[in-house]
Structures are given as structure tokens and as C-alpha cells.
């Protein structure tokens, strides 16, 4: 792991950089004392990290030997077309940034990630291998678990929890919460995954986690006011998203997904800010949301 952190050390200035010559790598890496107890990168070692990051990550630093001897990333579509990839490394990068921030740590708040990321090693050695798991899972509303068989299909990172959509054992494609999940063990038994299956595909008209098999994915247009506007064009609700009309006090967007539990809340914690345009039903239920919580507050 902390030859892992070298790597994307390294990888994360020559992105932030662009070009950048040997010497101001080795100057870098020498500040960054945490993990360089203040030495120089020295230039075989420098190349010998080259060669590991290309083997493990497929990433080529070049030499652009015009101009300096500067060093870059010749294929950065190697990271910037990989969705996972480009998650890991940037994690990774916060992760060092930090790593040579330390002095000031009680000043960076993170959210805590509930405990179900320990049953990640075991999941991803049994999707390896498809190997299907006995898991014991409890729900919020039930206070002993219950143990079945998965068939373990996908991982999704969704609110900074874990989830694992698989088939279980009455042959439903399901997602579980990693939190929920009691125990997680491999079994012997094998299954064989849908060559059809795509967990991009599966959730690309889907807003989060939540299923939602009786509804489908339609066209739904949102208008936001001039406030929140911006903060859907720099953080989309979803990758369909696209921009319609931009009137200055208020702008549309137009998505394509499935009108899920999950969505709903996301547009509800938008309050009056953000408003349904289409479809109608959508709105109807936006407003049956609108009217129970104005009852809430009514005698105030």
C-alpha cells in the first residue's frame, strides 16, 4: 500500500502539472517529508516507478526530450475514460494531499464511511472468482438478520455507502447495503455471470441505488432558480443531464432516468429552489410530498 501511494504521488503531479522535468519532481517529493523523509527522487528510482505505474495501471510517462526533458502522461485517456481508475487515483491524491498535511489535520473534517467497506476484500475475491457468498443481512426495520446465498454481480459507491447488487436465492436481482450485511462469507459454489450484464448499463437510467423495477425511465425536465442553477452545472443530478434553456433567473434541465424513491429526495432536499416541469405524474407526487410536509408545519 505505501509503494501504491508512491505511485499515485507521482502520477498526481505530473496530471496537476501537465510537463515537468525531473528536477522539480525530485524538489516535490523532497518536501513532501512524510514520505520522502526528505530525500531527493533519484533518477533510477524515478524509473523504475515509471515502469511499475505503466504495469499496474497502464499509464505511460514519456519524455519530452525537446524543451528540457519533460516528463508527461503520453495516454491520459487511460485515465480520464476510466470512471474506477480515475476514482481510485483521485482518492489516492486526496489521501496524499493529506498525507503531507498532516500539521494541520484538525482542520480537514471527512464524513465517517460506515463499517461496511470491511466486507469489501471478500466480495471483490468472490466476483474474481465468481464465487457466490452466504451473507447475513439485517434490515433497518428488523431487528435479527437473516442468512441466504448471493450471487455477487456488482459494487456500487453511492453517499459514501457501499452497496452489492446481486441475485439471490428466489432468483431476484437485489442491492444490499454493505452496512446492513452481518457477515459475509465464500462459499464453493460457483455462478456463471450474464454475458449481457453491464453494471454501467444497469444503473445508467437510475439515479442511485434504488431499483425500482415498476417505474420506468423517462423524460423528466426540472427548473432551478438563478441561485442553485450554478450548482447543477457544476454537479449534475445525473450524467443525462443536459442544460435546455437558460432564462437568467431560472434555467431548465432535462434528464432521462427512472423516477425513483432516491431521486425524489434528491429534488426534495432542493426545497422551493428547484421545481418538476414534466412529467406530470412526477409532479403530482412531488406535490403530495410538498402538501404532508406543509401539514407538518401548518399550526406554526
Known sequence: MEQLRKYTWLIEKIRMAGKISHKDLSDKWERAVDYSDGRPLHRATFNRWREAIYSQFGIMIDCQRTGGYLYYISNPEEIDDDRLKKWMLDSFAVGNTIGEHLSIKDRIVVDEIPSGRYHLTTIMEAMKENRVVS?????????CGYTFPVEPYCLKLFENRWYLLGRNNRGEIRIYGLDRLEA???TDERFRLPEDFSAD???STRYGVVIGYDEEPRRIVVRSNEEHKHYLLSLPLHHSQTLIEDCGVYADFELYLAPTYDFIMKLLQAGSMIEVISPPE???????????MYELYKND
Open 184 to 186: 459475509v462469507e465464500p
Open 135 to 143: 451473507v447475513t443481512y439485517r434490515q433497518f426495520s428488523n431487528p
Open 201 to 203: 448499463a444497469f444503473f
Open 282 to 292: 412526477l409532479r403530482r407526487t412531488m406535490k403530495g410530498w410538498v402538501s404532508e
